[in-house]
């Protein structure tokens, strides 16, 4: 009994899957025959370098190139293009149009989240006074220590380079105990119920907060939220689900620290930010992405992700001892992600061997395994940590739909039922 459940289940299965099997032949039929007329269908801009190309299932990874933007963005930057521009009335009438859009005072365009902690964290400690704006990173006399809500991160090196000073804090109890007169800011990335008790603290001793929510948008809302709830400063990423400039990002808060931010910032030769050039291209593309989010459907867009994804699962559910299933994330990359797990020890096949089959692929498939390549191997995130416990990498391999293409899903959905198929058939000898 027990075996013709199982064969009725795997009959079921490869039902659902039959109209994407038939979608997979007749591609294979297409390339082989643009093969014999000499025609690469895949040859593009970075090919004729020799750069491969990614099917990104991912998410909006900054090494893998973030994201892709809006048609909207693009051409945003196409018309910014043909005109010169004095920046600093460029920044100031944004920074107008962000407050109509979010109910924030004001705005500047960054280059990048990372670009907006490091202007943020300038602001507070030179202000505006060019005195103390040239003297960074030396902060002699000066406000300077930045109170790190939950401790260190891979990220705070865009705080330490214009001069703050952390201080590790795990706690409500801590923060407060932390604030003295030394304090410049205080920096953290939680949201929710430990953001609202940060937030009174931080308001009760009048120091300025910043909330790092990189990966914040989507929901589009979020960008009023925050503004709602009275945060000093609060930046996003223009390349990761805002769908803008990959190398832009948003600094949103009160309208004197954002003025000391652009003040800190480029274009302003001796400001320590300076290196970090947006130009007119970046500032209107990622204005124009905000503009598009607050406008969107987003539920149709969910439900075109989840349909992407749902086409991989049915694929790779024709192969035996796979599990799988969607869900959303609670923190970064909050799009419909498909997690697919199966017996690593049974198989003798384990995460990191499909992630490096997968990458392995003709076309490149990145796939979100429990690797980082772009992290410096010397970070130990929330260390020192009291509360910190090392948790066993998961067992799986997600899949997140954002970032895959339309179309891509069936390439991906072959791919992946092949690898797993033959892993599983390998070692069941």
């Given amino acids: 009994m027990r075996n013709e459940n199982a064969s009725r289940?795997?009959?079921i299965k490869l039902l659902a899957a039959a109209p994407l099997l038939s979608q997979i032949a007749a591609r294979e039929l297409y390339a082989q025959a643009a093969t014999a007329v000499g025609?690469?269908?895949?040859?593009n801009i970075f090919?004729?370098?020799?750069?491969k190309t990614v099917i990104n299932c991912r998410g909006t990874w900054t090494y893998l190139s973030g994201s892709l933007?809006?048609?909207?963005?693009?051409?945003?930057?196409?018309?910014?293009?043909k005109y010169f521009v004095n920046m600093f009335d460029l920044q100031r009438g944004v920074g107008k149009r962000l407050a109509e859009l979010t109910g924030a005072e004001s705005g500047i365009v960054t280059s990048g989240a990372a670009g907006a902690m490091a202007a943020a964290t300038a602001a507070c400690i030179a202000g505006n006074d060019d005195k103390n704006i040239w003297q960074l990173p030396d902060t002699t006399g000066l406000k300077h220590e930045v109170i790190m809500v939950g401790g260190r991160s891979a990220f705070d090196s865009a705080i330490r380079l214009v001069g703050g000073k952390l201080v590790l804090v795990y706690s409500p109890e801590e923060l407060a105990n932390a604030i003295n007169e030394s304090t410049a800011m205080i920096y953290t990335t939680?949201?929710?119920?430990?953001?609202q008790k940060e937030l009174a603290i931080a308001k009760d001793r009048q120091v300025p907060m910043l909330l790092d929510d990189a990966a914040g948008i989507p929901p589009a809302s979020n960008a009023r939220l925050y503004a709602k709830m009275g945060i000093d400063l609060y930046c996003f990423s223009g390349g990761k689900g805002?769908?803008?400039?990959?190398?832009?990002?948003l600094l949103l808060g009160r309208k004197d620290l954002i003025e000391a931010a652009l003040m800190n910032c480029n274009p302003r030769e001796g400001a320590v930010c300076?290196?970090?050039k947006v130009g007119k291209e970046e500032i209107m593309g990622c204005l124009a992405a905000l503009e598009k989010w607050l406008n969107l459907d987003e539920k149709k867009l969910y439900a075109e992700w989840n349909v992407r994804v749902d086409r991989i699962r049915k694929l790779v559910d024709t192969v035996p001892g796979v599990k799988t299933d969607i869900y959303i994330p609670d923190d970064g990359n909050r799009y419909p992600t498909l997690r697919v797990e199966w017996d690593p020890d049974a198989w003798k096949f384990g995460v990191s061997d499909c992630v490096a089959e997968l990458r392995a692929s003709n076309p490149v498939i990145e796939v979100l395994g429990n690797d980082n390549p772009s992290l410096v191997k010397a970070v130990r995130e929330g260390n020192p940590n009291p509360n910190h416990k090392e948790r066993k990498a998961p067992n799986r391999i997600e899949l997140v739909s954002?970032?895959?293409?339309?179309?891509e899903e069936i390439i991906v959905g072959q791919r992946l039922r092949a690898v797993l198929n033959a892993a599983r058939k390998k070692n069941a000898a």
């Fill in 9 to 11: 289940r795997s009959f």
């Fill in 39 to 43: 025609k690469d269908v895949h040859e």
């Fill in 47 to 51: 090919t004729r370098l020799g750069v």
């Fill in 69 to 81: 933007e809006f048609p909207e963005v693009r051409q945003a930057q196409l018309e910014a293009a």
């Fill in 190 to 195: 939680d949201l929710g119920d430990k953001l």
């Fill in 242 to 249: 805002l769908s803008g400039p990959q190398c832009s990002g």
């Fill in 274 to 276: 300076r290196p970090m």
């Fill in 402 to 407: 954002m970032t895959i293409k339309p179309g």
